[in-house]
């Protein structure tokens, strides 16, 4: 099954680039990286030359014997069987991060040989990146992949009503008979996530079982990832941040908290695991705002803050939900189905809005789930899982702070009712196309 990703566009804008450089693509593991690049190489080259330095470790001596481009290219296309040329071949290093002498060759690749097409992927890029104090900023072209959001999956699943949904352009309702719908592929989203393999399985087989499978499996490889990739001092550590974030996220304010990991637990002793996780692409950090003024990043506290992980599919997996939960009237399930639906927003604004969302508390009496910084504007965000859209919070915001702006994102109908924008969940990807059309 062939998922058409939001960034393909951006992949053929780097290869068409006449100054382009060698291509860093960033993600978490399992996120489609792989694909996107040998995908790129099928369809915009006439040729691809894919190497994997963890299935073929001994490609490594060619990086560490020599750092002359020419003779590197020698080598490998003896590997690849046939020359390289520069002018149709698609160079792939996949898991480069296994080598970092390979990582390191890419400022060579662009001051030496810039004729040839690098693309380069691999799981914690953002923790190799960090500790390689050699690695030549300025010579390489970055491009982050997230996972599959709602349109995309919706893309595959009914190509026609994701067109619809791609062509919404006023705030005027959407007839019922759409609605509900797209309210169904919603759910299955919230079953599969957005790991491209979990999605694929879900539509492919309509199989919750198989589906769930996938998913306990990439958990399962995350899990190895902290034993294989981190000193042994801070696996334990990892460990804990990571399973206690559904914990965290079924308290009311979700604050992330350092004493609810174990007894005695101290910042200092969790801060490199969780710095890991975040760095890894595996959650995300989100900020309380002590003011939300220009820019959001200048008013952090960086004593409060909420965990997100990268993918609500693991997120309902990690938190031991089976996948009946949805299609179940299970009242105990409705307060954490709030929090699948914060992490389910995360997502989409990430995909749409550089940075990474704050959140927003008000002595405690009000709180607004997200703000984000759109053309020099803050924008409020309330999150809201079902109809049920009775909230002070949004209020308080407004009351003291006039935004032009407010957007709560519920089960409700796209509406717009003075300054508050409500969009329903199975449009927050499109969120950036609507406040544009405004």
Not at 9 to 20: D, G, Q, T, V, Y
Not at 58 to 71: I, S, Y
Not at 159 to 183: C, H, M, R, V
């Amino acid at each position: 099954m062939e998922f058409k990703r939001q960034v393909q566009p951006a992949l053929i804008e780097w290869k068409n680039n006449a100054r382009r450089k060698p291509l860093v693509l960033q993600g978490a593991r399992q996120v489609g990286k792989t694909h996107l690049l040998k995908n790129l190489g099928r369809t915009a080259f006439t040729d691809t030359a894919y190497f994997n330095f963890e299935t073929q470790p001994n490609l490594k001596e060619f990086f560490e014997n020599t750092k002359e481009v020419k003779r590197i290219i020698r080598n490998l296309s003896l590997i690849h069987g046939k020359e390289i040329n520069p002018k149709n071949t698609l160079i792939i290093f996949d898991e480069i991060q296994e080598c970092n002498h390979a990582l390191n060759s890419l400022k060579y690749f662009c001051e030496e040989t810039p004729e040839y097409a690098v693309a380069s992927a691999g799981f914690l890029l953002g923790i190799t990146l960090g500790k390689n104090k050699s690695f030549p900023v300025g010579k390489v072209d970055f491009l982050h992949v997230l996972p599959l959001s709602f349109t995309e999956f919706l893309a595959q699943a009914n190509s026609s009503l994701a067109d619809y949904l791609k062509g919404i352009d006023t705030t005027e309702k959407i007839p019922a008979i759409f609605f509900n719908q797209l309210l169904d592929y919603f759910n299955s989203y919230f079953i599969s996530g957005g790991m491209p393999e979990a999605a694929a399985t879900l539509l492919e087989n309509q199989d919750m079982v198989s589906t769930q499978k996938v998913l306990d499996n990439i958990l399962m490889a995350y899990r190895l990832d902290f034993s294989k990739h981190t000193p042994s001092k801070d696996i334990a550590r990892i460990n804990y941040v990571w399973n206690s974030i559904p914990t965290h996220l079924s308290r009311e304010n979700k604050k992330f908290l350092y004493q609810a990991l174990k007894p005695g637990a101290r910042a200092r002793e969790y801060e490199d695991a969780l710095h890991w996780l975040v760095q890894a692409g595996l959650v995300s950090k989100v900020y309380r705002c002590n003011k939300p003024n220009l820019p959001l990043s200048a008013y952090d506290d960086l004593s409060a803050f909420k965990l997100y992980l990268v993918d609500i599919g693991l997120l309902r997996v990690l938190s031991g939900l089976d996948a009946s939960i949805f299609s179940e009237k299970n009242k105990i399930f409705s307060e954490f189905k709030g929090a699948l639906t914060e992490n389910y927003i995360l997502q989409s604004l990430l995909t749409q809005f550089s940075g990474v969302p704050r959140y927003w508390t008000s002595g405690g009496q009000a709180e607004v789930d997200f703000l984000f910084q759109y053309k020099n504007r803050i924008i409020p965000c309330e999150v809201k899982s079902s109809e049920n859209t009775k909230s002070r919070s949004l209020t308080v915001y407004a009351q003291k702070y006039k935004p032009a702006t407010r957007i709560r994102y519920s089960l409700l109908n796209l509406s717009m009712e003075g300054d508050l924008l409500n969009i329903p969940l199975f449009l927050a990807d499109q969120t950036k196309n609507i406040l544009d059309k405004l």
